[in-house]
């Protein structure tokens, strides 16, 4: 059952007995647990029928016994166990989960990995409760869920600062939204207009003008000069652009460009479909077919390969991340 089925159920007032919430993505979590906690009841209603327990300090009778409770001036209560993979014994839930009472409404929220599918407990959840398993989505899946959640708030954001504020943040759903959130606050909720890459930049810290992307298109360009330049900025600022994640980015990029040979498609389009990509980068890769042959690209990745191995030093006498990156460039581009 997806996240928007048991919140549109919540919503109409449907409820089972026993929800567990488990997986890696947090965010999914968060958004039903933090949901529960704060409209299943009324206000009035939470003050006697809303008890919260953590993992860590939650011992499981104490837990059984709150979910066994009748609610006082309310039809249903509602116990929350958040944080309960750091839970001792967790097992011993199976007792109330097997005959859980229908006035309580139980969320177990079990973040990080999911219950072993060979244990009676897992078997339990999946015969009595509502299971809900998160996974982490994949990182070519950002964009587009990003995008619509910004959608879902009102407003718009153009390809470049999409693409600016996922590759910041990376695959952490909850920072996304945060910083998201931030970002419109700053805006002033003035939904007339798109957000963009300037926006990116002043509110959430990523340079438009120095960052992955920009030194992507310049390999891709064989722009000696601009990614010279974007490296030194790296260089002073080290958190912007650290090497462990650009030599993976770059060797993702050639990879891909290496594809492409084995493709019968040119176009945008179609180049994107064949390896993966938003078609708003399909021109850096068609870019990179005409500056670099095949032997050049093979080139590239073997180059990538070594300074990798140098970068955590392996065949490299001390020499610092942006001397390896530039030694790169000037390898590379010729």
């Given at each position: 059952m997806a996240v928007d089925k048991i919140l549109g159920d919540w919503k109409k007032g449907k409820f089972k007995p026993v929800y567990w919430l488990e997986g890696e993505e947090e965010y999914y979590i968060d958004v039903l647990v933090n949901y529960a906690e704060r409209n299943i009841l009324s206000e009035a209603e939470a003050g006697f029928n809303l008890t919260v327990f953590y993992g860590k300090d939650a011992d499981w009778p104490a837990v059984i016994n709150a979910c066994r409770r009748y609610p006082m001036f309310a039809e249903r209560q509602v116990v929350l166990l958040k944080e309960a993979q750091q839970m001792k014994d967790i097992d011993k839930l199976e007792a109330y989960i097997d005959k859980p009472?229908?006035?309580?409404?139980?969320?177990?929220?079990?973040?990080?990995?999911?219950?072993?599918?060979?244990?009676?407990?897992?078997?339990?959840?999946?015969?009595?409760?509502?299971?809900?398993?998160?996974?982490?989505?994949?990182?070519?899946?950002?964009?587009?869920w990003t995008s619509e959640l910004i959608r879902s708030k009102g407003y718009e954001i153009t390809q470049k600062a999409l693409f600016l504020l996922v590759d910041h943040v990376g695959n952490d759903l909850s920072r996304i939204n945060?910083?998201?959130?931030?970002?419109?606050?700053?805006?002033?909720?003035?939904?007339?207009?798109?957000?963009?890459?300037?926006?990116?930049?002043?509110?959430?810290?990523?340079?438009?003008?120095?960052?992955?992307?920009?030194?992507?298109?310049?390999?891709?360009?064989?722009?000696?000069?601009?990614?010279?330049?974007?490296?030194?900025?790296?260089?002073?600022?080290?958190?912007?652009?650290?090497?462990?994640?650009?030599?993976?980015?770059?060797?993702?990029?050639?990879?891909?460009?290496?594809?492409?040979?084995?493709?019968?498609?040119?176009?945008?389009?179609?180049?994107?479909?064949?390896?993966?990509?938003?078609?708003?980068?399909?021109?850096?890769?068609?870019?990179?077919?005409?500056?670099?042959?095949?032997?050049?690209?093979?080139?590239?990745?073997?180059?990538?390969?070594?300074?990798?191995?140098?970068?955590?030093?392996?065949?490299?006498?001390?020499?610092?991340?942006a001397s390896l990156l530039k030694e790169l460039v000037v390898k590379i581009m010729g």
């Open positions: 009472l229908s006035s309580t409404v139980f969320i177990v929220a079990y973040k990080e990995k999911k219950v072993d599918g060979r244990s009676k407990l897992a078997k339990l959840l999946k015969e009595k409760a509502e299971l809900y398993t998160t996974k982490k989505l994949y990182d070519n899946q950002l964009p587009d945060n910083e998201i959130d931030k970002l419109l606050v700053n805006l002033g909720g003035d939904r007339t207009i798109s957000i963009t890459e300037d926006d990116i930049e002043k509110y959430v810290g990523v340079s438009k003008e120095y960052n992955v992307f920009e030194l992507q298109d310049a390999f891709a360009k064989k722009d000696k000069v601009k990614a010279i330049r974007i490296i030194q900025y790296f260089e002073g600022n080290p958190k912007a652009g650290p090497i462990q994640l650009i030599l993976p980015s770059i060797y993702n990029f050639f990879s891909k460009v290496y594809m492409i040979f084995g493709q019968p498609a040119r176009d945008e389009k179609g180049v994107a479909a064949a390896i993966g990509v938003n078609p708003f980068f399909a021109k850096d890769y068609l870019a990179a077919i005409r500056n670099y042959n095949y032997e050049g690209i093979e080139q590239g990745l073997l180059l990538l390969h070594t300074y990798n191995l140098k970068s955590v030093g392996v065949g490299s006498a001390g020499t610092g991340d």
